[in-house]
């Protein structure tokens, strides 16, 4: 996949892209309306006001930045919030993990292609990815965004990554624990 497609890919998903990440939490100051970018995952959950689910491994790859609190835009709900973490210091491997309390996806990632379903901490998770069309890799390829969503108890999960096997991602998810 050549970069800029890379990029394009990325910044659909919002939740996993750089600048869409930066620009969401910049955009309200930090604490303001329990909105901004937090330290930790205690902080985040305090501003959140939900209780958020933590990654217990993330195949060895450190948190890109800070814990980004948000507001759940797509859903037009001013008390529901985002809460989105990126792990990976690279464009060529990523996790991400994003939950609201909308109960509903915040954003749209456009075209994907179903690859399944699995169980993550007893429920059923959809796996998807931008794979296997439009001249995009073959969803084979650890070189494609795979995205695993799953609802539970009224929060919205939205694992994501980048560089790593299905594998990787299944078990990032039924690694989250909770936040104590």
């Excluded at 609802?151 to 994501?160: D, E, N, P, Q, S």
């Excluded at 299944?170 to 690694?175: D, H, S, T, V, Y």
Aim: hydrophobic content about 40%; glycine content about 12%; some cysteine.
């Amino acid at each position: 996949m050549r970069w800029k497609q890379m990029v394009a890919t990325g910044m659909a998903l919002g939740a996993v892209s750089a600048a869409g990440l930066g620009t969401t939490a910049l955009a309200v100051p930090a604490g303001a309306a329990g909105f901004g970018m937090f330290n930790t995952w205690q902080a985040a959950q305090k501003a959140a006001k939900f209780k958020l689910l933590r990654p217990k491994t993330t195949d060895k790859l450190p948190r890109n930045g800070k814990i980004a609190v948000t507001r759940c835009e797509a859903q037009k709900k001013s008390r529901a919030h985002v809460v989105i973490a990126v792990y990976g210091l690279t464009p060529f491997h990523m996790l991400s993990i994003s939950q609201n309390n909308s109960g509903k996806a915040c954003s749209t990632v456009g075209k994907v292609k179903t690859l399944g379903k699995v169980k993550v901490d007893g429920t059923t998770a959809q796996l998807t990815g931008k794979c296997g069309f439009d001249h995009l890799r073959s969803c084979t390829s650890t070189k494609v965004f795979l995205l695993l969503t799953w609802r539970k108890h009224g929060i919205y999960y939205f694992a994501t990554s980048f560089g790593e096997a299905r594998r990787t991602l299944i078990g990032f998810a039924a690694g989250l624990r909770p936040v104590g």
